[in-house]
Structures are given as structure tokens and as C-alpha cells.
T-cell receptor
């Protein structure tokens, strides 16, 4: 079946540290891939997306590359800030517009 | 202000008492969707709608109903709620095809 697997948290980093959150997927066909971010008490917001293999999505210093050969879409940021503390969700969208989300990874950045 | 609104934000109810959670968007979006968020399970899609009078089941539709009679509204109906439907529910909308979804603030439902 279709699914998204992302690394379990919580993740705690010091400010300016390098961030990687792993995400792999299983899907039929050629899905679009997304990273969403959820701040405390709020709904999810789109962080970045990639719609085909080798595309790189980027936003606010975050990046992720759609790797078809490894079915992965790992999220990276070179230098995290306290304001990046949130829960991050990897997601895929199938051709029929059905979505699958990962379980979420909680990130805490300490000064 | 462009937004997705949900009501109520918090609800405590009892098993078997029918309830409706409303969702409305003011962005003229075609695509709307409902999710539930549970610890350790992430978000799971319940139902989605590509346009008026067009709804489809997501991953976990059992125990839920939806309708899309108007473009802006997409209510979630629980005909006979059970405790395993205690969850945080999110409505979302998108201009088309669900590429970028705009999420509502969430509805926390407790079924006793």
C-alpha cells in the first residue's frame, strides 16, 4: 500500500546546528511530495514541495530533493533557529488526489 | 483575510449522539479535505472533495460522512460517534488538485 515513513523524534538541536529529518515513501505511480510544518496550537502549513523526480523544493532555508531511486525526500537545513521549533510532516499526493502523511517529527531548537 | 474556519474548535460529546463539524473556506478553492491527527499516527485522510457534489473516501472513512453542496462548505458528520473517534480533526482546502493545502485551526473532539 501507500505510506510515508519519517524518522521518529523528538529531535533536539542547538541553535545553528545542521538539521536532517529522514522521509521515505511507498507509493504506486509517481506521487508529488511535500513537507508541512505545524507550530503549536495551529494547523499545518506547506513548507516545500517537489512534483517529480530530482526536483528540489526549498523555502526559508529548508531543502528537500525528490529521490526516486531511493524513494526518499529528506528535509535539511544548514543552520536551525529557535523559531524553527515545530512538528514537521512529510506527505505524498497520489494522482487521484489522495494524501498520505507521515507520523510527524517534533523538533526543538535550544539557544 | 483568506482562511479556513472550523466550528466548533472543541467538543465533548457522548457515544451515539450525532454531531457535525463545519468547515468553510473563503478562497473559492475547489479541493477540500478532512483529516484526523492522532499521536503516533500522524494525519490520516478521511474524505476529500474535488468540487461540488464530488466526494471520495480517503484512508479512514469508516464512521464518517461528508457532503459538498456548496463550494465553500465541507461539513464532517459523525452519525453515531464512538470513543475511537476521539481525535484532533483538520479541514483543508486547495485551489486545485491539492498541491498546496491550507489548513484550518483544528477541532478537538472527545467522545465519552
Amino acid at each position: 500500500g501507500n505510506s510515508v515513513t519519517q524518522m521518529e523524534g523528538p529531535v533536539t538541536l542547538s541553535e545553528e546546528a545542521f538539521l536532517t529529518i529522514n522521509c521515505t515513501y511507498t507509493a504506486t505511480g509517481y506521487p508529488s511530495l511535500f513537507w508541512y510544518v505545524q507550530y503549536p496550537g495551529e494547523g499545518l502549513q506547506l513548507l516545500l514541495k517537489a512534483t517529480k523526480a530530482d526536483d528540489k523544493g526549498s523555502n526559508k532555508g529548508f531543502e528537500a530533493t525528490y529521490r526516486k531511486e531511493t524513494t526518499s525526500f529528506h528535509l535539511e537545513k544548514g543552520s536551525v533557529q529557535v523559531s524553527d521549533s515545530a512538528v514537521y510532516f512529510c506527505a505524498l499526493r497520489l494522482i487521484g488526489n489522495q494524501f498520505y502523511f507521515g507520523t510527524g517529527t517534533s523538533l526543538t531548537v535550544i539557544p | 483575510e483568506a482562511q479556513v474556519t472550523q466550528n466548533p474548535r472543541y467538543l465533548i460529546t457522548v457515544t451515539g449522539k450525532k454531531l457535525t463539524v463545519t468547515c468553510s473556506q473563503n478562497m473559492n478553492h475547489e479541493y477540500m479535505s478532512w483529516y484526523r491527527q492522532d499521536p503516533g499516527l500522524g494525519l490520516r485522510q478521511i474524505y476529500y472533495s474535488m468540487n461540488v457534489e464530488a466526494t471520495d473516501k480517503g484512508d479512514v472513512p469508516e464512521g464518517y460522512k461528508v457532503s459538498r453542496k456548496e463550494k465553500r462548505n465541507f461539513p464532517l458528520i459523525l452519525e453515531s460517534p464512538s470513543p475511537n473517534q476521539t481525535s484532533l480533526y483538520f479541514c483543508a482546502s486547495s485551489p486545485s488538485g491539492g498541491n498546496e493545502q491550507f489548513f484550518g485551526p483544528g477541532t478537538r473532539l472527545t467522545v465519552l
